[in-house]
Each structure stands twice: as structure tokens, then as C-alpha cells.
């Protein structure tokens, strides 16, 4: 079906329809996330100042948890549904300006909000739930399937009382989401009175599906569409939509097949769902889904949904959603040139992922051979299963480069380079200690007093059948995932001393210290020759590729000491996000020739502007330390000059399959138009640029950020 849907279908929708041009149009104009950069949407001041009042409401809730569900419930009975013109998938929040009633419950509350509500620890949310159980019970079968567990208690017997807990908790929560759903279904039936013919028909056939679902189980794609799209909205916060192109199919082929839907409508209404994702995102946060790779049982999986999923980042040119595309020995030619196509045209995705080796990874670290197959990038490029997730991503960030700096300056000068290493390695296990004891007692307030809304554990694998929340460890799978940042600083710069100060002896350890000192000022001659005459690790030579395996193989070793409070392993990432310029402003100079306060390198690649071979000798460098081992996240960033072929970027696709890489990101794009893109933004507004796991528009990130993407394209 694949080949036939892409010479025979695929020509008719290759531009977006009239409708998805004016709702990116308006949502590009009105977001609050273009308005005003700093918002997240799950923390806008509607939403937030109904959890207050619904917090403050129930002051005799019996427990913690109980009054947070209370919360949750009144803010989803409460919210104000919000529908734009032309909207075929809805829900999003509302970020009018407050009246001046609001403006004084507002003022009332901020004492509340920041001191008398237990305050969130550790990582929330970023995980896929079980959406086919939602699609097929619907929010009335999930109340249906927590009464059902919860009559089973005897309440006689205080054990039972948490399980009671949960199950009550959850039935309050799923109760708000059905009323959230009749209001959007009220107000779309509101609207219809006053709308012209052709407009009150939309409205009507949207009333007629919001009170469908996400109450029902869905029966139409559209209705599974809304239904997950709805639920997602409802959390409030970063969740991704797992494999949309497996869950999905049953319903498109069923539409198609009973000329219910044709391929045109379809795309129409996956752009409108994707375009979603500008309301319901902030700037400096991402979620998505992904596509392609194997179903559960392993099977490979490339449909019509797929191809329908990969023309919408042509036709919205968003940077959300972060859409991944999981590539196997399977994959065909036809899906790989489109891919490399929609790549050299800069739209920043799909990010490209090594299904199969992901896989054998997770299998290695305990995960069946369903769930390692049915994985998803929880948000950025963090691997975590899909429906039975409990893994905390990227807590705690660890400045892996601050560490070894505050080593290096306080070694004696006579210090070989085996014990630099060792003192090193010491350094970092101590931090690493005091590091996850804060993350464990996170996770274990967590598990008395909550954190994420409880209702999506009715969709995380095996909490309803255990009766515990995914925050009190109910899911199947809790580890641990914490970050490093500025890995690769680190290899470059013992690279540099062993280079220099060890092997050449073109200067003392004292020396290098001083020259960290001042910043390098003083000492241009030797940052010269750091920068020019130095082999670097991203150019495949013997020496860095070693040192790179070494300081990964030690970060491995460290973490495997560590089991979390609630019995699971911790599995290191080794991706930036966007805090390798964040932890860059407080970290001094380095050896590895980077000033003080620059970002520390961008992801798990090569430091900035050091791969100098082109990417293929990157890919092998980075490839040396077997980045698939890092469940937890790497994200390596190709660049590419723009007149590079599509043809060239299958070949690096193809030649990353045989690598032990996890995930390859590409920016392609000159330094010329970045740097033009500062002076003149207003002629640049859309252009889309790869971060550290996640992408943006250019011209809406912090100036240190697009400082640091300008870096990495020079040479180019």
C-alpha cells in the first residue's frame, strides 16, 4: 500500500488546504506562545487560577492527593472552552486577559499558589500513555473499569485504603474531563446559532463529536483524532502522542474503506491536529510522536498514516510537533528519499531514530520484547515505553564539565594524567550521590503528596491493576533517567591536556590553570593552537575516540551503583535540551579552548565547530561511545549546507543504521542566513533551527542560544 499511496495519493495533497494555511496564519499571530515567549501553556493564568480556586474550595478534602483531584476537577468543570474559526480539532487554553474579577481572585491566591499548595519535585509528565485503551474504553469505561476495581476492596481492611485512594481520585479527575468535553460540545452548539450555513454545519458535526468523545470509545478517525487530543489538552502539561500511526490505522482504513473519509480529508484533519500542538506548546519545551520503526510484536511498520504524518511537517512548519522517524533494515527507499527531502527543505524534522538498536538496548536493561519494541522519545529524545511508563527524564542535569573543573584547578602540578582521570571519576561519583539521594527523596514525596494529575494512571500499565499512581510507582517501568551536560567538553578537554600537556609537554599543568584563569586572555598563542592544532574528537581519530569511550563507559559504571527508592535501575542520558547554555553562564573556562560563560556543547556530539571532516567522520566519533547505551537521551546534530542533495542524506541515514548512534537531528541551514537572521529577523520569522533535542523558530530564542547554532554551522 505504501508505494501505491505515494505515487497515487500523494500528489493531491502536497500543499495544505486553504483551512490549515489561516489557522496557522491565526494561530501564528495569537498564540500566547508568540505574544508572550515565556508562557507555557499548562501554567497559564486561567487554568492556573481555577486550580487555586478549586485547591482552596476543598480545604477538607481527607488527604493531600484527594484535594489535588478536587483541584483538578473543578478547573476542568470550570475552564473556558476556546474554538477558533475553522477548527476541526479542538482544545486549548485560554489565555484571554483576565477581567477585573479575576484580576482580585487572582491577587487573593498568589500566597496560595506559591506557598500553600506542595510544590512539584522531580519530572513530571514527559511520558506516552496507553492511548488504544482510550480509544477503544473511552473515559466512561476507564470511570466504569476504577469502580469496578475499587467495589472489589474490603475497606474493613486498612490496606486497602490507598488502592481506594487512587481509584476514587482517578474517577473524580476522568468526571472533570467529561465535563470539560459537554462544554466545548455546549459552546460549538452556541456558536452554530449565529454562524452562516456553511460554518453552522462544521460547528454542528464538531458539537456532535465532542459529545462523543472522549466520553465513548471513538469510531471514526476524526472522533479518535479529538479524543486523544482532548485528553492530552486536559493534563495540562508535556505528553507524547506515542505512535499515532499504529493506533490510528484501524480507524483510517475503516473511513477509507466505507467512504466515510477520503486521503485529502485526512491530511486535512492530521495538519489541524499537529497545528494544535502552536496553542498547546511553548516555545522552549516540545512534544510529539513518532512514526515508522516496529509495532509491538515487531513487525515493521510503514502505512498510509505515516506518509499522511510525515506531509504534515510540510504543510504546518512547526517546530512542534517533535515528530521522530524510527528507521529499520526495513525501511523502503521511497519513505527515505521523502524523509531526506523534507529535511534539506529545513523544516527541522523528523528527527531520525535507530529503531532496532533502541530496542536491543531497552531488551538489555530489562524491558520485554513488546515494550521495547512500543517506545517512544518521551519528549525531546529521552526513551521511555509507551502505556507503562514511570520513568522520571532528565532529573537531575548534571554539569558534567563544572565537575572535572573544579577538579582539574585543584590538582597538584605533578599529577599524572591517569590520576587526573581517577581524581575525576572520584569527583563525580560524589556529586552523583548527593545528586540522586535528592532525586530518590523527591520521588518519594512524590508518592505521598503527588504530582502529576492521577487520572493518566488509568492509562499507564499495571497501576490500575496494583491500585498506585504512577508517582507512587505503580507503573511497570521507574527508572531513573538523569542528564549529562557537557559530556563531550569534558573528552575534548582531557584530549587537549593530553595532548599538550602529556605527550607534546608544550606546557605544565600550572600553566594551563593560569590560562583558565584569565579566560585565555594573555594567552591567544596557546588558544590558537588548541583550536587549529589539535586533533578533536569528531573527526574519527584513534586517540579521541578512545577517550570518548572511556569518560561514556565511567559515566555507565557510576550510574549502575544506584538502585531508585522505588526498586529501579538509573540509565544516564547524555543530551543538552537547551541547558548547555543555561549551565554554560556559570561555567569557567575549559581546556577544551571554550571561554567562560560560553554554552557548553550542544547535545552529545562533537564540541562546537571542532568536527571538521564532514559528517560522516562526526557520526563515526560519536558512534565510538555507543550512544544507544544512554537510554536517557543523546541527540547528535548534523550540519549540513543547504545545496547538500537529498540523496547525500539518505546515505548518512543509511550509514547511521549500521552505527550504535540512537538519534541524529539535522540543521540545515548557512551561517550567512543565521547571521542575517539576527540583524533583520522580521525577514526570517520562519526560519526553524535543531536545539539540543528539540526545535524552534530562530529569530524567538535567546540571542546566547542562537549564538551557540551559529557555532555549529560555521565552517560550512
Not at 519528549?379 to 564539565?401: A, D, Q
Not at 536545539?691 to 547554532?709: A, E, H, M, N
Amino acid at each position: 500500500m505504501r508505494c501505491c499511496f505515494l505515487k497515487l495519493e500523494l500528489a493531491k495533497i502536497t500543499a495544505p488546504s486553504e483551512r490549515v494555511q489561516k489557522l496557522r496564519k491565526y494561530y501564528s499571530e495569537n498564540s500566547a506562545m508568540v505574544l508572550d515567549r515565556t508562557l507555557a501553556p499548562w501554567k497559564c493564568s486561567h487554568s492556573r487560577l481555577l486550580y487555586a480556586e478549586g485547591w482552596a474550595k476543598n480545604a477538607d478534602a481527607p488527604t493531600v492527593v484527594f484535594r489535588r483531584s478536587m483541584a483538578e476537577k473543578y478547573m476542568l468543570e470550570n475552564t473556558k472552552p476556546v474554538i477558533c474559526a475553522g477548527e476541526l480539532i479542538v482544545g486549548q487554553p485560554n489565555f484571554a486577559a483576565f477581567n477585573k474579577d479575576e484580576t482580585e481572585k487572582d491577587r487573593y491566591y498568589t500566597d496560595l499558589l506559591r506557598d500553600g499548595i506542595p510544590q512539584s519535585r522531580g519530572r513530571a509528565d514527559h511520558m506516552a500513555l496507553d492511548y488504544p485503551k482510550l480509544l477503544s474504553l473511552g473515559v466512561e469505561g476507564l470511570i466504569a473499569e476504577m469502580k469496578n476495581a475499587g467495589e472489589k476492596l474490603d475497606l474493613r481492611d486498612g490496606r486497602n485504603v490507598g488502592k481506594y485512594e487512587f481509584y476514587e481520585c482517578c474517577i473524580l479527575e476522568l468526571q472533570g474531563v467529561l465535563t470539560l468535553a459537554a462544554n466545548y460540545a455546549a459552546e460549538a452548539r452556541r456558536m452554530a446559532e449565529a454562524a452562516s450555513d456553511g460554518e453552522k454545519a462544521e460547528l454542528l458535526a464538531l458539537a456532535d463529536t465532542m459529545e462523543r468523545v472522549p466520553a465513548k470509545p471513538a469510531r471514526t478517525f476524526r472522533e479518535a483524532l479529538q479524543s486523544i487530543h482532548l485528553f492530552l489538552y486536559s493534563l495540562y502539561g508535556i505528553y507524547s502522542a506515542g505512535r499515532p500511526d499504529q493506533y490510528l490505522l484501524p480507524y483510517y482504513r475503516n473511513d477509507i474503506e466505507n467512504g466515510i473519509l477520503d486521503e485529502v480529508t485526512a491530511q486535512e484533519l492530521i495538519d489541524c491536529f499537529c497545528l494544535q500542538y502552536m496553542n498547546n506548546m511553548s516555545a522552549w519545551a516540545a512534544a510529539g510522536f513518532m512514526l515508522g520503526g516496529r509495532d509491538p510484536e515487531g513487525k515493521a511498520v510503514e502505512n498510509a498514516l505515516t506518509w499522511h504524518f510525515l506531509m504534515a511537517i510540510s504543510h504546518t512548519h512547526t517546530p512542534d510537533p517533535n515528530v521522530g522517524f524510527c528507521v529499520t533494515s526495513e525501511t523502503s527507499g521511497d519513505i527515505l528519499d521523502f524523509v531526506s527531502h523534507l529535511l534539506q527543505a529545513g523544516h527541522g524534522n523528523p528527527q531520525i531514530w535507530n529503531n532496532d538498536k533502541i530496542t536491543e538496548s531497552m531488551l538489555k536493561y530489562g524491558y520485554t520484547p513488546h515494550d521495547a519494541n512500543n517506545f517512544t522519545h518521551s519528549v525531546c529524545v529521552e526513551i521511555t515505553p509507551i502505556g507503562c511508563s514511570g520513568v522520571s527524564i532528565t532529573s537531575p542535569y548534571i554539569n558534567m564539565l563544572k565537575i572535572f573543573m573544579d577538579t582539574f584547578l585543584n590538582v597538584p602540578e605533578d599529577i599524572g594524567f591517569e590520576e587526573l582521570l581517577a581524581r575525576f571519576e572520584k569527583a563525580f561519583g560524589d556529586y552523583c550521590d548527593k545528586a540522586m539521594l535528592t532525586e530518590n527523596l523527591w520521588q518519594l514525596e512524590r508518592a505521598r503528596n503527588g504530582t502529576d494529575p492521577i487520572r493518566i494512571s488509568a492509562l499507564i500499565g499495571d497501576c490500575t491493576e496494583r491500585g498506585l499512581s504512577g508517582d507512587a510507582g505503580g507503573a511497570r517501568y521507574n527508572f531513573i533517567e538523569p542528564n549529562m551536560l557537557g559530556m563531550t567538553n569534558v573528552i575534548e578537554s582531557l584530549n587537549v591536556l593530553e595532548k599538550l600537556v602529556y605527550t607534546d609537554k608544550m606546557l605544565t599543568i600550572a600553566e594551563f590553570k593560569q590560562a583558565i584563569n584569565d579566560n585565555y586572555k594573555g594567552h591567544e598563542e596557546l588558544l590558537n593552537t588548541i583550536i587549529n592544532r589539535v586533533d578533536h574528537f569528531g573527526n574519527c581519530t584513534e586517540s579521541t575516540n578512545r577517550l570518548a569511550a572511556r569518560i561514556s563507559d565511567m559515566v555507565l559504571k557510576t550510574f549502575d551503583l544506584y538502585t531508585t527508592c522505588r526498586g529501579a535501575k538509573v540509565i544516564p542520558g547524555a543530551f543538552s535540551y537547551r541547558d548547555h547554555e543555561i549551565n554554560g553562564r556559570h561555567t569557567g573556562a575549559s581546556p577544551d579552548g571554550r571561554l567562560a560563560g560560553a554554552p557548553l556543547s550542544a547535545g552529545s556530539d562533537p564540541v562546537q565547530g571542532y568536527d571538521r571532516s564532514g559528517p560522516t567522520m562526526s557520526l563515526c566519533s560519536s558512534a565510538a561511545w555507543k550512544p544507544v547505551r544512554f537510554l536517557g537521551g543523546t541527540a547528535l546534530n548534523i550540519k549540513l549546507n543547504k545545496n547538500t542533495p537529498p540523496a547525500a542524506i539518505r546515505s548518512l541515514i543509511e550509514g547511521f543504521l549500521k552505527t550504535e548512534d540512537a538519534q541524529m537531528q539535522f540543521n540545515i541551514v548557512s551561517p550567512d542566513e543565521l547571521l542575517d537572521a539576527q540583524i533583520h529577523p522580521e525577514k526570517h520569522g520562519d526560519l526553524i533551527v535543531r536545539i539540543g533535542g528539540y526545535s524552534d523558530y530562530f529569530t524567538r530564542i535567546p540571542k546566547g542560544l542562537q549564538d551557540d547554532v551559529i557555532s555549529r554551522s560555521m565552517g560550512d
